[in-house]
């Protein structure tokens, strides 16, 4: 298997979709109840602004790192 990069915003996001998932079986089971959108979109909307801050991040380093690289190479 050939390596890949490591993404964060990937497994923010899925970490993020899981709890959703376990959220809605919660809501499934009548454990906790999700009807109200003033209780589920704030959780959503976090999540993936959670996940876009953390792809900005990690490619805000990636470019500092690639710009270190190549000034260590002159």
């Known amino acids: 298997m050939r390596r890949h990069r490591f993404e964060p915003a990937a497994l923010v996001m899925g970490l993020v979709l899981i709890t959703l ?3 809605f079986l919660l809501d499934a089971s009548g ?3 999700l009807s109200r959108p003033r209780e ?3 959780i959503v909307v976090s999540g993936l602004a959670l996940a876009a801050v953390t792809a900005l991040v990690t490619q805000a380093v ?3 790192r690639g710009r270190l690289r ?5």
Request: aromatic fraction near 12%.
């Open 70 to 74: 190549r000034r260590r190479r002159t």
């Open 40 to 42: 589920t979109v704030p």
């Open 62 to 64: 990636r470019i500092v």
């Open 21 to 23: 998932a376990v959220f």
């Open 31 to 33: 454990v906790w109840d």
